[in-house]
């Protein structure tokens, strides 16, 4: 079991930048890949971004060039970088961990961009 907690969401403006934290707790030895969703209002959920075990990461193309993640093992802690934010970027933010067959998500975090 592992439990994760977003942190770092709020209100900044078109072209800001915010840092998302998710840190891990539980059987983090276990995790084979972290990421983040995004879900907006009437939309669904879609991915962010993830990154491996390994530390390889993928990219939405929607954000690709703007988000970086990444991951602290030492902190048992994943964030996501996220630059040049535009008002689409507007969502709830949700982080995720893998274990075996099992996602473990987080609450969710809101992130506003306003124009």
């Known amino acids: 079991q592992v439990h994760v907690v977003e942190s770092g969401g709020g209100l900044v403006q078109a072209g800001g930048s915010l840092r998302l934290s998710c840190a891990a707790s539980?059987?983090?030895?276990?995790?084979?890949?972290m990421g983040w969703y995004r879900q907006a209002p009437g939309n669904k959920r879609e991915l962010v971004a993830n990154?491996?075990?390994?530390?390889?990461?993928n990219y939405a193309d929607s954000v690709k060039g703007r988000f970086t993640i990444s991951r602290d093992n030492a902190k048992n802690t994943m964030y996501l970088q996220m630059n040049s934010l535009k008002p689409e970027d507007t969502a709830v933010y949700y982080c995720?961990?893998?274990?075996?067959?099992?996602?473990?998500w987080g609450q969710g975090t809101q992130v506003t961009v306003s124009s």
């Open positions: 539980g059987s983090i030895f276990s995790i084979s890949a």
């Open positions: 995720y961990a893998n274990v075996y067959s099992a996602t473990n």
């Open positions: 990154i491996m075990s390994g530390g390889s990461a």
